[in-house]
């Protein structure tokens, strides 16, 4: 270990030596000071090491939020293990996937995903183990976490470099198939002191922890507050009413959404006749509806919406208070220097769009496995995002759209590439092409639209098209919308004109 060094552990340690009895986790009716939350952190690491984990070993879990999941977070920074958190809404296909991709050692897996793990570990030959997580018995083929704990070897040191690798989240498929981004210890510790920074944390917060813990969004929140001395309060999975309980008993301070998580908060305090007090409400994270928001602040006077420009790549690259420059994404974070260029990565002037790239401390390490994608992605030393903004007169970076090579839809927050739903449409006997586009949508902010050509003599219902997606992949990546036309737009080289798709269906530009 370098002198220099500042690990995720290291973070805990401090935490252990000067708030040793604030609160460092609550989940239903446990609490955790961090004093104990490092107890539990070194005892499982000593577990880890005796089960015969290594230092870049992976970690997979299939998992609800719980104390377990941040315990097992902290375990793996110690002895510098790679956490692999798999979105527990996808198919058991997609979760194969995932886990013969980044090759684990063990998965943990939650009740609810027992069994589906069960059948995905004799088809990966790295599995050697599985446990369970987040409570209950263990079926046949699982070990019960809590046997992992090991007071021998709890107090063992170990020389991590800041720069390993910590957790391998899977980004939105953008060939139909998901990418590994690998971020390291140093990411997350420079991402916490800018999320820190920025919204003024420190050991009196309490984050809600309502989003899933494979999500960058609820992870980089969490790391941060922990960073800052603070309490997460974890919740298993969002629910509006406990969400607005919690916050009124824990004093909640801050929190991240995606749609229509804020509008189902404020629907159950209407329910209820605004018998919450949401006061201590300080800083929230997120986009939303105008109305959304204004309702919030004037539930909670002294709350800030933040805004801002991140990705699982690099987080946070731009951010500060909406209400700063209303419609903005915010300006660089302190240590994010942020470009504009055009397609030969020139950069453009002030007012010009242009792809938005990044050199930062918490840009990633690189797609796991995939070096080609790796190097296009940081070409010319730039972390290339294959988002297009552009920067006002005074710094405040404007988002535009997303580059075609990387065409995104964002359902309630999740990241979905259209080219791995039209890859499971045109699957479909009756399709012959199909253009998938995002549209705008009430509630989730995003939608799902297909535009479909079927085959000769052909006929289907869109609600049929829209279950078969469904049973193919995640839920959440199927259509909301079917439509059925005789043909699509095309360009010059014969390809499907997206751009025209969109003018013809509503779809976002």
């Not at 790239?357 to 972390?383: I, K």
């Not at 092409?433 to 219902?461: F, H, M, N, T």
């Amino acid at each position: 270990m370098l002198t220099q060094d500042f690990t995720l552990y290291d973070v805990i340690c401090r935490n252990a030596q000067c708030h040793p009895n604030r609160d460092a986790i609550v989940f239903n009716d446990l609490r955790l000071t961090h004093s104990q939350f490092k107890e539990r952190c070194d005892k499982l690491a000593a577990g880890l090491v005796k089960s015969g984990i290594e230092k870049g070993d992976r970690l997979g879990i299939v998992a609800h939020n719980s104390d377990e999941f941040m315990i097992l977070y902290g375990a793996a920074a110690k002895i510098g293990a790679i956490l692999l958190p798999v979105n527990w809404r996808f198919q058991q296909n997609e979760v194969e996937y995932v886990l013969n991709d980044a090759t684990p050692k063990f998965v943990f897996a939650g009740p609810e995903y027992q069994k589906t793990v069960k059948e995905i570990a004799g088809k990966v030959d790295t599995i050697e183990r599985c446990y369970t997580i987040g409570g209950g018995d263990a079926p046949d083929g699982f070990h019960l976490f809590e046997t992992l704990y090991s007071e021998e070897g709890a107090d063992a040191q170990f020389l991590i470099p800041a720069d390993s690798g910590f957790v391998i989240i899977h980004t939105a498929a953008v060939a139909g198939e998901p990418r590994g981004a690998l971020l390291s210890q140093s990411n997350v510790v420079y991402s916490n002191l800018q999320i820190m920074a920025d919204d003024h944390l420190g050991p009196d917060d309490s984050h809600m922890c309502m989003l899933p813990l494979f999500h960058i969004a609820a992870l980089s929140r969490a790391m941060a507050v922990m960073h800052a001395g603070g309490k997460n309060v974890i919740i298993e999975r969002f629910d509006p009413e406990l969400t607005l309980n919690l916050i009124e008993k824990e004093k909640g301070t801050t929190f991240f959404h995606f749609p229509p998580i804020l509008q189902m908060l404020l629907a159950k305090y209407d329910e209820a006749e605004g018998g919450y007090d949401l006061s201590s409400l300080r800083h929230v994270g997120g986009l939303d509806s105008h109305d959304n928001i204004m309702r919030l602040k004037k539930l909670a006077p002294n709350v800030v919406l933040g805004t801002g420009f991140a990705q699982t790549e690099a987080l946070p690259v731009t951010g500060g208070p909406m209400e700063e420059r209303p419609g903005s994404a915010g300006r660089p974070t302190p240590l994010s220097k942020v470009i504009l260029v055009d397609d030969y990565d020139n950069e453009v002037p002030v007012g010009t769009p242009g792809e938005i790239c990044v050199r930062s401390p918490v840009v990633f390490l690189g797609y796991w496995g995939r070096d080609e994608d790796t190097a296009y992605t940081f070409r010319n030393n730039w972390h290339h995002t294959g988002d297009i903004g552009r920067f006002d007169e005074d710094g405040y970076l404007w988002y535009v759209k997303r580059k075609s090579e990387k065409e995104l839809i964002k359902p309630g927050g999740e990241n979905v590439y259209p080219v791995e739903v039209e890859k499971i449409i045109l699957e479909h006997e009756c399709v012959e092409e199909v253009s998938v586009i995002g549209v705008p949508d009430k509630q989730w902010g995003e939608a799902i639209k297909a535009i479909c050509v079927l085959g000769p003599e052909k006929s289907l219902e869109p609600k049929e098209l829209i279950e078969f997606v469904a049973s193919k992949i995640a839920r959440y990546k199927k259509p909301k919308y079917v439509v059925f036309v005789d043909s699509l737009p095309k360009t010059g080289d014969g390809e499907i004109d997206r751009d025209q798709v969109k003018k013809n269906h509503g779809g976002r530009f």
